[in-house]
Each structure stands twice: as structure tokens, then as C-alpha cells.
Nanobody, 125 residues
Framework: VQLQASGGGLVQPGGSLKLSCKAS????????IGWFRQAPGKEREGVSC????????YYADTVKGRFTASRDNAKNTMSLQMNSLKPVDTAVYYC???????????????????WGQGTLVTVSS
């Protein structure tokens, strides 16, 4: 059972990246999906959460209007499209999957059952 992340890298400010995670060993459509990030020296923070039915529970205020989460249950994958990237977006990004998530616990990493290995996004000129 795993989530395999891909898509990180170095991008200039104002640029775009798309992160993806592919689930194996379990069916992603039974799970809510979340994205978290952790910048150097900081705690892990929630970026977004989407329910199993595709309802977005939240985007972090710092990424609203710039990041878009999506899921493709047929391909057992989830994605995070990141546009207008800023240096403050530099972090290791993690995908996660959890069952029974609601708005009140969707930002809590402990509520998630499975995690990707993390992928580094660096925004720098």
C-alpha cells in the first residue's frame, strides 16, 4: 500500500508545477485526499483536502486562487496544479489519503491513513 509522488522540482517565481500521486494497493476513490507541505524549519501545514466525492473541503488561504486539487479515480491518482508560484511556496509537498474526513479534521495530519514520500518544490530565480 503506497502513494507514489511525482512532479516536484525547481521553478522560477510565477511559474507552474503539477504534482501527482498514484495510489497502489488500495482504491483511492474510497478516500478523501489531502495535500500538505513542510518548509524548512516549519511545521507541516495543510494545503488542501478533497472528499471522496470530489468536494473541496478547503484550500489554505495562502494558496487560494493559485492551487487546484483534482482526482482521477479511474486512474487511482490525485494531482495538485500549482500556478503563480512564489518563493514562500518552497517546501516538501506530501499527498495523503484518509477515510472519514470532515471539515473539522481535514487539516490534521493524524487523520490520514496513507502518505506519499514527499516531493520537493523549490521556487527560486
Amino acid at each position: 500500500v503506497q502513494l507514489q509522488a511525482s512532479g516536484g522540482g525547481l521553478v522560477q517565481p510565477g511559474g507552474s508545477l503539477k504534482l501527482s500521486c498514484k495510489a497502489s494497493g488500495f482504491t483511492l476513490d474510497h478516500y478523501a485526499i489531502g495535500w500538505f507541505r513542510q518548509a524548512p524549519g516549519k511545521e507541516r501545514e495543510g494545503v488542501s483536502c478533497m472528499t471522496s466525492s470530489g468536494v473541496v473541503l478547503y484550500y489554505a488561504d495562502t494558496v487560494k486562487g493559485r492551487f487546484t486539487a483534482s482526482r482521477d479515480n479511474a486512474k487511482n491518482t490525485m494531482s495538485l496544479q500549482m500556478n503563480s508560484l512564489k518563493p514562500v511556496d518552497t517546501a516538501v509537498y506530501y499527498c495523503a489519503a484518509g477515510r472519514g474526513l470532515i471539515t473539522s479534521n481535514s487539516r490534521n495530519p493524524a487523520a490520514y491513513n496513507y502518505w506519499g514520500q514527499g516531493t520537493l518544490v523549490t521556487v527560486s530565480s
